[in-house]
């Protein structure tokens, strides 16, 4: 089974812990003798930026020669790995689909652009997004979280606009299960506060919950009872850390009529209740 990660080498039940995460490409695969096995993750896109040094990508099985200065980007659920040249330089951004769904809201154009991965030479200009990128990231001024995502749709912009039309162009096909996926993680950002069975988002898509759940444990590892929950959980926590809605009032807003049953939820799920999570939540960065 090809494994799913958060990030290359970090696979666990943790939520992505940032709006979104940057780092060098010796960071993380220099650590593994630059070679960077096939992997794939289900809820993340990245943007790849080579300015020395190079290599190969395999996407999908098929190989591509990495010659810098290069751009990479790679939609969710896509199967990639790497074998870098050592000492290669460049950044590789990594963001939650929904982060930049929500960023890329009304671009329609856009996102079906960025739901192929492509290679594409760079430039100055996208390189100049990455650095700025980079340096926001390990700052903790205010402002950080939406300065971070605008700087991330920018760029996303940009290379979207590289990407030519013609669908013929693309390096990757997507399976009629990897399209399954995609369509339901869609209908979950759309739908996670008022739709929370496997069995409404399975009627959705014309597929049994049986059938939606194994498509989602034999990609991702997790069920669709998993993944749901998560995003609901995952909610909570940006309410809590981000704003003083009572804690009642955010569990009615995330579908809960007894705000006792969503405190029990959450306290499963976190080991915190929601009042002792909000109470600690200087200590806790989320998206």
Not at 35 to 55: C, D, E, N
Not at 110 to 121: D, G, M, R, V
Not at 162 to 183: D, E, F, G, K, N
Request: net charge positive; glycine share 6%; charged share 20%.
């Amino acid at each position: 089974m090809i494994p799913n990660y958060t990030l290359y080498g970090d696979q666990n039940d943790e939520l992505f812990p940032d709006i979104l995460h940057c780092e060098s490409i010796a960071a993380r695969s220099g650590k593994h003798n630059w070679k960077i096995a096939p992997h794939r993750h289900h809820a993340l896109h990245q943007f790849f930026w080579l300015s020395s040094g190079g290599g190969t990508i395999s996407i999908d099985g098929k190989r591509h020669s990495l010659e810098p200065p290069v751009m990479i980007t790679l939609p969710a659920l896509v199967v990639h790995g790497f074998e870098f040249i050592r000492q290669t330089k460049g950044w590789v951004i990594t963001i939650p689909v929904m982060v930049l769904e929500d960023t890329l809201r009304q671009t329609a154009e856009i996102k079906q652009k960025l739901a192929t991965p492509f290679l594409l030479p760079g430039s100055h200009y996208q390189q100049v997004y990455f650095e700025q990128i980079a340096e926001e990231h390990q700052m903790m001024e205010p402002g950080r979280q939406q300065r971070l995502a605008h700087l991330a749709g920018l760029l996303a912009i940009d290379i979207a606009r590289q990407i030519p039309s013609a669908p013929s162009t693309h390096i990757s096909s997507v399976s009629r299960q990897y399209s399954i996926l995609r369509h339901f993680l869609t209908l979950l950002e759309e739908q996670y506060k008022s739709l929370h069975s496997v069995a409404g988002y399975a009627g959705l898509l014309n597929i049994t919950p049986p059938h939606l759940t194994r498509i989602c444990r034999q990609v991702t590892g997790k069920s669709a009872s998993e993944l749901i929950q998560g995003r609901l959980v995952l909610e909570a926590k940006r309410s809590l850390v981000y704003s003083r809605m009572p804690i009642s009032e955010l569990a009615y807003s995330l579908g809960y009529d007894d705000p006792a049953h969503f405190s029990k939820f959450f306290l499963r799920h976190t080991g915190l209740s929601p009042r002792h999570f909000r109470d600690h939540s200087d200590l806790v960065t989320v998206p």
